[in-house]
T-cell receptor, first 114, second 118 residues
């Protein structure tokens, strides 16, 4: 059973518009959430994270929103740029030592159209 | 360049072969990981090493054998694999400080080894 779900395998957005990538989780023990970005033939690179004590974290064009009651998080990219085209993975982890054992979603492929 | 280097980048092996994947990190991290990414599946954690000690083995078949000789190097020894083991194998490292987490302690991934078992 998948504990982290990204239900949209792909998303296309026009350049300059907002991209919204969604992620749902089922494990109540998760308290730290991350987004990774992956280009073809490269490993995932860390993008942004959020702790469960917050509901929003912003870094430049990237904002992650967390709704704990709904067990839902989303990544907003504004404005979207062609270089943002990649696969985005949502990941989650629990607390304590050894907390970097990430559980990943399947990923959403974002295509930003010039 | 993420500071985590994996070799080889591509590997084709027969089911009776023995091969090894290598991972090296230059970030001074104390934890290293092997992940497997199969087509249309989430990244799956295989093994975790913390301070060279294996702390996690997520029910991985014994045909996969990890080795961590020091905190900078991690190997994955492969023998008698099956075609369904064909996947992208990713190594990652992080500085595990227990409950303390910040952007600088996130996991860094290598570029992966694309393994094909024929």
């Amino acid at each position: 059973d998948q504990q982290v779900k990204q239900n949209s395998p792909s998303l296309s957005v026009q350049e300059g518009r907002i991209s919204i990538l969604n992620c749902d989780y089922t494990n109540s023990m998760f308290d730290y959430f991350l987004w990774y970005k992956k280009y073809p033939a490269e490993g995932p690179t860390f993008l942004i994270s959020i702790s469960s004590i917050k509901d929003k974290n912003e870094d430049g064009r990237f904002t992650v929103f967390l709704n704990k009651s709904a067990k839902h998080l989303s990544l907003h990219i504004v404005p979207s740029q062609p270089g943002d085209s990649a696969v985005y993975f949502c990941a989650a982890s629990g607390s304590g030592a050894g907390s970097y054992q990430l559980t990943f979603g399947k990923g959403t492929k974002l295509s930003v159209i010039p | 360049e993420t500071g985590v280097t994996q070799t080889p980048r591509h590997l084709v092996m027969g089911m009776t072969n023995k091969k090894s994947l290598k991972c090296e990190q230059h970030l001074g991290h104390n934890a290293m990981y092997w992940y497997k990414q199969s087509a249309k599946k989430p990244l799956e954690l295989m093994f975790v090493y913390n301070f060279k000690e294996q702390t996690e083995n997520n029910s991985v078949p014994s045909r996969f054998s990890p080795e961590c000789p020091n905190s900078s190097h991690l190997f994955l020894h492969l023998h008698t694999l099956q075609p369904e083991d064909s996947a992208l194998y990713l190594c990652a490292s992080s500085q595990d400080n227990g409950r303390s987490r910040s952007k600088n302690t996130e996991a860094f991934f290598g570029q992966g080894t694309r393994l094909t078992v024929v």
